[in-house]
């Protein structure tokens, strides 16, 4: 199984609709990250969470809002979709700054707004 | 904040070397990685130098850092078509816990 599991994998809705991505780890890592792929931009953080209780904007995180419900899970949403959201989501974890701090990516949600 | 600057496409005929090339604007990265995307997978981390090297080798992989330049470059030796991918540069500015990436940098491997 996965360490870092995303879903969806793959998700068509229109626009003006809400959508939450979720994110499940079993990495015990205390740092998750969200970020979004479109092609010839890279990938762009629009979320970051150090902690439970903690949550911090990233590049891009206008349109979007985030949940850190414990420590294995970072939920995405989008409140009302639109077409400029349409892109390849990652979630993200770390162990933190006292190693390499190596991201361990999910293998994506394909989201498209119509 | 950072800046990071990659080429999008590089095609290579099989069995030869690939250059890849990444520039970035902060001095003050610590880490800097470079990470592999199969099509259809998310990122999966290749290899990474720390700042104060100037060169690291992984069997086929070698990393070049030009800290004055902030030039930073990932030779594939002896490329295969398994090596056909998505290359991200990704420099870790000090102080944070973040990963800029570069645009990646699309490896095509032709016969």
């Known amino acids: 199984d996965a360490d870092v599991t995303q879903t969806p994998r793959n998700r068509i809705t229109k626009t003006g609709k809400r959508i939450m991505l979720e994110c499940s780890q079993t990495?015990?890592?205390?740092?998750m990250y969200w970020y979004r792929q479109d092609p010839g931009l890279g990938l762009r953080l629009i979320y970051y969470?150090?902690?439970?209780?903690?949550?911090n904007k990233g590049e891009i995180s206008d349109g979007y809002s985030v949940s850190r419900q414990a420590q294995a899970k970072f939920s995405l949403s989008l409140e009302s979709a639109i077409p400029n959201q349409t892109a390849l989501y990652f979630c993200?974890?770390?162990?933190?700054?006292?190693?390499?701090?190596?991201?361990?990516f999910g293998e994506g949600s394909r989201l498209t707004v119509l | 904040g950072e800046d990071v600057e990659q080429s999008l496409f590089l095609s290579v005929r099989e069995g030869d070397s690939s250059v890849i090339n990444c520039t970035y604007t902060?001095?003050?990265?610590?880490?800097l990685y470079w990470y592999k995307q199969e099509p259809g997978a998310g990122l999966q981390l290749l290899t990474y130098?720390?700042?104060?090297?100037d060169m690291k080798q992984d069997q086929r992989l070698t990393v070049l850092l030009n800290k004055k330049d902030k030039h930073l470059s990932l030779r594939i030796a002896d490329t295969q078509t398994g090596d056909s991918a998505i290359y991200f540069c990704?420099?870790?500015?000090?102080?944070?816990?973040?990963?800029?990436f570069g645009a990646g940098t699309r490896l095509a491997v032709h016969p």
């Open positions: 993200a974890t770390s162990e933190g700054t006292a190693n390499t701090g190596e991201l361990f």
């Open positions: 990495k015990g890592h205390d740092r």
């Open positions: 969470s150090f902690d439970v209780k903690d949550i």
């Open positions: 902060d001095s003050s990265s610590t880490y």
């Open positions: 130098i720390f700042s104060n090297m």
């Open positions: 990704a420099p870790r500015p000090g102080g944070y816990n973040k990963l800029i």
